[in-house]
């Protein structure tokens, strides 16, 4: 598609090829008087994930095996009819593609390093709690008789 705010950036120099982004155009739903009965402003769009050149092959399949709960055929779909114009839906359908797959094709986060909670900390927490249970017992009413 010509003129669109250029190249929807996954990661990195990686960035959705428009030849392989399919759309497709209906009419949104909801209230909008004549002018939503005439116009196709809802946006479908379509990349096949599984046959992609354009990702590296490691971010493809972790992106497979994280968005498989969304994947028809490996193909995942994205909807956009928050606006009224379907340029603005076009947009925001690509946006939001793009930000999917650059979250589906994260690194895993590093794993937690186990640490001991230093032997002080831990003994100014029950110090504190008996401090506490301390005050709470002072106020109980079995003295004041």
Same mark, same amino acid.
């Given at each position: 598609? #010509?003129?669109?705010?250029?190249? !929807?950036?996954?990661? @990195?120099? #990686? ?5 392989? /982004? ?10 909008? @008087? +004549? !002018? ?5 402003? +809802? #946006? ?13 092959? #490691? ?7 994280? /968005? ?14 928050? !606006? ?25 986060? &590093? %794993? ?5 909670? %230093? ?9 504190? &709690? &008996? +401090?506490?249970? +301390?005050? &709470? ?9």
């Amino acid at each position: 598609m #010509v003129g669109m705010s250029g190249p !929807h950036l996954i990661r @990195g120099s #990686v960035s959705l090829p428009e030849a392989e /982004l399919m759309w497709r155009f209906s009419r949104s739903s909801g209230p909008g @008087g +004549q !002018h939503v009965n005439t116009t196709d402003s +809802q #946006v479908e769009l379509r990349f096949d994930l599984a046959r992609t050149e354009a990702l590296p092959e #490691v971010w493809k399949e972790r992106a497979l095996q994280r /968005l498989s709960g969304r994947l028809v055929d490996g193909v995942v779909t994205v909807r956009a009819s928050e !606006h009224r114009s379907q340029w603005r839906n076009r947009e925001a359908a690509a946006v939001r593609l793009a930000a999917l797959l650059a979250e589906a094709t994260a690194p895993p986060p &590093k %794993p937690r390093r186990p640490t001991r909670i %230093p032997r002080g900390i831990n003994e100014r927490r029950l110090r504190e &709690k &008996k +401090q506490r249970s +301390q005050t &709470k017992r002072g106020r109980s009413g079995r003295d004041w008789g």
